[in-house]
């Protein structure tokens, strides 16, 4: 079913994914970095319709809004972060349902112009298994790739059997830097730990800052 194109339609386990015993993720006091995406210029490739589904905290079990792939069961999502550069500590994902779940992302730092006709030649930072399941998933990034992100590029290269992908939400957890120079702002209170697959139950606020 996957396939390359060249359309442009505007609109884990081993692979960085920890498993923990320790205390559940509700007893950890988090936030997100929704404030700090550059909401207006994410684009994404191959989709029915543009939509967000880098939505806010309290939106994250929203299923009206979704990223369904189009011509095949590829999709790219190009994030930009506003004026700032970010260290991500992991990403949430809830995708599905069923066989429409992505096999894996393949995420890229950096990458402002990627699209399928040059993917083959460009190495992901990391790869991530995504189980099939309607819970969000939270999967841990390696810190010496995510350290400087001023835009991620999510790809989807193949689907878990259904002739199309789709994604309903992705958000992050880390912290950032603002491009002038400002002092380093936390948006984290202490080291996440991961549940096997899924998250239910985290505490958190959204990002207060504007840009």
């Not at 189980?131 to 350290?147: A, W």
């Not at 992100?149 to 002739?163: C, E, I, N, Y």
Request: charged letters at 25%.
């Amino acid at each position: 079913m996957s396939g390359h194109h060249g359309h442009d339609c505007h609109d884990e386990h081993n692979d960085g994914h920890t498993h923990s015993h320790d205390a559940p993720l509700d007893e950890v006091p988090r936030e997100t970095l929704w404030g700090m995406i550059d909401h207006q210029n994410v684009v994404a490739l191959n989709v029915v319709q543009q939509q967000s589904i880098l939505k806010p905290w309290e939106n994250r079990n929203d299923e009206e809004i979704y990223l369904e792939s189009d011509a095949d069961d590829q999709m790219i999502i190009r994030i930009p972060f506003t004026n700032s550069s970010a260290k991500l500590l992991s990403i949430l994902v809830k995708a599905g349902p069923g066989e429409q779940t992505p096999a894996k992302l393949s995420l890229f730092v950096n990458e402002d112009a990627m699209d399928f006709e040059d993917i083959d030649q460009k190495e992901a930072a990391q790869e991530l298994n995504i189980p099939q399941s309607r819970e969000i998933g939270e999967y841990q990034l390696k810190p010496t790739k995510f350290s400087n992100v001023r835009s991620l590029t999510v790809f989807v290269p193949s689907a878990q059997g259904a002739d199309a992908t789709r994604i309903y939400y992705i958000g992050f957890m880390g912290s950032f830097t603002k491009l002038s120079n400002q002092p380093i702002i936390t948006v984290y209170e202490s080291a996440p730990r991961l549940a096997d697959h899924k998250i239910t139950g985290i505490h958190e606020t959204l990002a207060k800052q504007q840009f």
